[in-house]
C-alpha cells in the first residue's frame, strides 16, 4: 500500500481515514512492531489477531491514549501529532464495554453529549433510541449488555463522525444484535466519505462485512489483504507426503500435520488449481487462516 503523504481525489476528498507508517509501541514484555497500513475511505477494515496479539494497542496508540512512536498517523487527513482535537471531532470509538455511568439515562447521555460535539444532532439521536427499541428515561443499569452497545452506537452516530473505530464491540452480543450492528455498518459506509475499523475475534461478523483485513501476530502485522483477495486465493489443501513434497515452499503459508496427511494452507490457490487440476483445494475462511497461523507450522 501507498504510504505518501495524504492523498486527495480531484474532488478534495481525502482517499484514506487512516495512514500509518512505522508505528512501534514498546512494553516490557511485548513490542508491537513497524506497523504500517492504510484504510481507504468508503471501506471496513476487519482487524484480526489472537487475545494479546496487539489489536487493542493499535488502536489505543490511534487514539492517542497510549504513547507510541512512528513516522507518520494521518486520520481523516489530519495529522495525529499536530491536529488531535480536529481528528476526535470526526471520529467515534465503540469498546466492548459501556463507559457511560450506570446511573445514566440515555437522555442524560444525549444531553451531556450534545455540549462535546459540534456537530451533535439530538433528533437522529432519538431516531436511534427508537430504532433500537431503548427507552430514553431508563438507568442503563437496567440496560442489558446489547442495550448498553445499541446505546454506544446510537451516541457515536448521532454527531456525523467520518471513522468508527470498534475495538470488540461486538463482543458478547447475541447473532440476532450483532446482525442488527452489521447492518448499520454497512449503511455507515455507503457514503464514500466514511470508514470502519473493526477489531473482532468473531471473525464469521468480519466475513460478512470486511473489504479489507489486516492480520496482526504476536505484534508483527502479517498482511493486509483485501477480502475478496483471501476468498480467491487463499485455500486449504489435504495431501500426502509426495504431493507436499511436490508444493513449492513459496505456496505454503502454513501447514499441520495429521497422523497420515498433511493440511497445508496455501496463498495462491488460482495458481496451483492451473498446476495440479485434479487436486481438491477447499476454501479458508478468516478463521481457518488465523488458526493455520497460529497453530500451524512454517516451512523455514
Known amino acids: 500500500m501507498n504510504h505518501s503523504a495524504v492523498t486527495f481525489t480531484e474532488n478534495n476528498k481525502i482517499d484514506y481515514a487512516i495512514q500509518v507508517k512505522n508505528l512501534?509501541?514498546?512494553?516490557?514484555?511485548?513490542?508491537?512492531?513497524n506497523i504500517s497500513l492504510d484504510l481507504p475511505c468508503g471501506t471496513v477494515m476487519g482487524l484480526i489477531g489472537e487475545?494479546?496479539?496487539?489489536?487493542?494497542?493499535?488502536?489505543?496508540?490511534?487514539?492517542n491514549i497510549t504513547d507510541s512512536q512512528y513516522d507518520q498517523v494521518t486520520i481523516l487527513g489530519r495529522d495525529l501529532r499536530t491536529q488531535e482535537n480536529l481528528i476526535k471531532e470526526?471520529?467515534?470509538?465503540?469498546?466492548?464495554?459501556?463507559?457511560?455511568d450506570l446511573s445514566f439515562t440515555p437522555l442524560f447521555v444525549g444531553k451531556m453529549l450534545s455540549g462535546i460535539y459540534k456537530n451533535w444532532d439530538q433528533s437522529k439521536f432519538l431516531d436511534y433510541l427508537k430504532r433500537f427499541n431503548?427507552?430514553?428515561k431508563k438507568r442503563l443499569k437496567k440496560f442489558s449488555t446489547g442495550m448498553r452497545v445499541k446505546l454506544e452506537f446510537a451516541a457515536a452516530l448521532s454527531h456525523d463522525p467520518k471513522l468508527l473505530i470498534l475495538d470488540e464491540a461486538t463482543s458478547g452480543l447475541d447473532p440476532v444484535v450483532r446482525d442488527e450492528i452489521l447492518d448499520i455498518l454497512r449503511e455507515f459506509t455507503e457514503a464514500e466519505d466514511r470508514a470502519v475499523l473493526m477489531s473482532s475475534h468473531i471473525t464469521s461478523d468480519l466475513d460478512k462485512i470486511a473489504?479489507?483485513?489486516?492480520?496482526?501476530?504476536?505484534?508483527k502485522l502479517l498482511f493486509v489483504r483485501t477480502y475478496?483477495?483471501?476468498?480467491?486465493?487463499?485455500?486449504?489443501?489435504?495431501c500426502g507426503r509426495e504431493l507436499f513434497d511436490a508444493l513449492?515452499?513459496?505456496?505454503?503459508?502454513?501447514?499441520?500435520?495429521?497422523?497420515?496427511?498433511?493440511?497445508?494452507?496455501?496463498?495462491?490457490?488460482?495458481?496451483l488449481k492451473s498446476i495440479f487440476s485434479d487436486v481438491r483445494i477447499e476454501n479458508a475462511s478468516i478463521e481457518d487462516i488465523m488458526l493455520f497461523y497460529i497453530k500451524g507450522e512454517k516451512i523455514r
Open 248 to 271: 513449492s515452499p513459496d505456496d505454503i503459508a502454513a501447514y499441520k500435520k495429521e497422523a497420515y496427511s498433511c493440511r497445508v494452507l496455501v496463498s495462491n490457490r488460482q495458481k
Open 90 to 100: 470526526d471520529i467515534a470509538v465503540i469498546f466492548s464495554d459501556s463507559h457511560y
Open 134 to 136: 431503548l427507552p430514553e
Open 24 to 33: 512501534t509501541k514498546t512494553y516490557k514484555d511485548f513490542i508491537l512492531d
Open 51 to 63: 487475545n494479546g496479539a496487539g489489536k487493542s494497542t493499535f488502536i489505543n496508540a490511534l487514539l
Open 211 to 219: 473489504d479489507y483485513i489486516a492480520y496482526i501476530h504476536e505484534g
Open 228 to 238: 475478496d483477495d483471501l476468498q480467491n486465493n487463499y485455500g486449504i489443501i489435504n
